[in-house]
């Protein structure tokens, strides 16, 4: 059953905060300056930010950066698997730079998006009941509710 943990096999080389990573394995992806600025952007904080909100970030980087140009890094980086599009009902879509298996929380109260790791023990596979021999390329989980911040004020409120 080794093969089917696909943890194992997403856990890539250049990890996440390991300094420069190597963009081999995105196809014919190019790092641009503007990409570049676009990516560090998402990474220096994982709030999974909206386009404009990108936008808004990266023009302290790049002040003549336009919108356009920021859908078009984000277009073309998820694209090419190294950035993730997240959708939260019909909002604007978020952007997040995590590409190791995980599950999205969405706070109801602050719309924040975090990310939830696995255990480090567990597989993507073991949760649900697969039907024997399909494998899981890509997982995509969002659960609904309230960060412990909030659930902490809603508490508070009604002592
Ligand atoms: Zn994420
Ligand atoms: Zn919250």
């Not at 080794?2 to 300094?19: F, I, K, V």
């Not at 790092?31 to 709030?47: G, H, I």
């Not at 999974?48 to 950066?65: D, N």
């Not at 696995?118 to 899981?136: F, N, Q, R, V, Y």
Request: with cysteine; hydrophobic share 35%; glycine share 6%.
């Amino acid at each position: 059953m080794s093969h089917l943990n696909p943890t194992e096999a997403l856990r890539d080389s250049d990890g996440d905060q390991a300094g420069a990573p190597t963009y081999s394995g995105f196809g014919d992806f190019r790092m641009t300056r503007q990409r570049k600025v676009v990516y560090d952007v998402l990474m220096a904080e994982r709030d999974h930010p909206t386009a404009s909100e990108v936008f808004l970030r990266a023009k302290h980087v790049m002040p003549g950066i336009s919108l356009a140009t920021v859908y078009n890094c984000l277009e073309t980086m998820t694209h090419a698997g190294l950035v993730k599009q997240v959708n939260v009902d019909r909002e604007a879509s978020r952007y997040c730079p995590n590409l190791r298996p995980h599950a999205h929380f969405y706070c109801s109260e602050c719309q924040e998006i975090s990310d939830v790791d696995l255990h480090l023990s567990a597989s993507t596979a073991t949760p649900w009941s697969l039907p024997e021999g399909a494998k899981i390329d890509h997982l995509e989980v969002s659960m609904k509710g309230v960060c412990p911040d909030c659930q902490a004020r809603v508490l508070e409120k009604s002592r």
